[in-house]
């Protein structure tokens, strides 16, 4: 069983399209994050999510939205898609609660291209 | 804010070799966690080995073993008997054992030539 899924794996679309990204953990984890890989492999944390407190990145424009139907899911929506928005998106979980500095686990990855 | 540095942005060894990848960081932070993370072409992030601040003993994985050196705000990654399947990117991560992600160097391309 996959324990961090991601779908899309591929997203090809226009600039100014509004998409999104889905992610379901199925580890129990208690945290969720989503990291942003530039095309230089870069990553850099966008958002950490862990049901009662959202952490945004500062940098993060505010066309980044996550949204967390419940504990084991974390969606990216992306409004008005820019060309600078193209890169791989990794989501990932962690058990942060009971064990402080418990590694966090990676999705597949979604590449997003924006033409 | 902590920050972490990878020196090396791509190194070559012929398999069966030792090479060692290095990492530094920069915290004010007393307690925190150190990762390593490889990355294939496939893309998919792989959790090499994992390091405790408070622990003085470095960890090992096998063939992977990290030197840590804490005064020095040092967290290099061994690889002994290397393998064509070891060729990918390496990260070091940095975490603070919160829920605010890991801050990642801008890793090292490591390449195992047959």
């Known amino acids: 069983d996959t324990a961090v899924s991601q779908t899309p794996k591929y997203l090809v679309t226009q600039m100014g399209n509004d998409k999104s990204i889905k992610c379901e953990q199925n580890?129990?984890?208690?945290?969720m994050y989503w990291y942003k890989q530039d095309s230089k492999k870069f990553l850099k944390i966008m958002f950490s999510y862990n049901n009662k407190e959202l952490i945004i990145n500062e940098t993060v424009p505010n066309r980044f939205s996550p949204k967390s139907p419940d504990k084991a899911h974390l969606n990216l929506h992306i409004n008005s898609l820019e060309l600078g928005d193209s890169a791989v998106y990794f989501c990932a979980s962690s058990q942060v609660a009971r064990v402080p500095g418990y590694e966090q686990y990676f999705g597949p990855g979604t590449r997003l291209t924006v033409t | 804010a902590q920050t972490v540095t990878q020196s090396q942005p791509e190194m070559s060894v012929q398999e069966a070799e030792t090479v060692t990848l290095s990492c530094t960081y920069d915290t004010s932070e007393s307690n925190y966690y150190l990762f390593w993370y490889k990355q294939p072409p496939s893309r998919q992030m792989i959790l090499v080995i994992r390091q405790e601040a408070y622990k003085q003993q470095n960890a090992t994985e096998n063939r992977f073993s990290v030197n840590f050196q804490k005064a020095a705000k040092s967290f290099s990654l061994k690889i002994s008997d290397s393998q064509l399947g070891d060729t990918a990117m390496y990260f070091c991560?940095?975490?603070?054992?919160?829920?605010?992600?890991?801050?990642f160097g801008k890793g090292t391309h490591l390449i195992i030539q047959p």
């Open positions: 580890l129990g984890h208690d945290t």
């Open positions: 991560a940095f975490s603070g054992g919160g829920a605010d992600g890991l801050t």
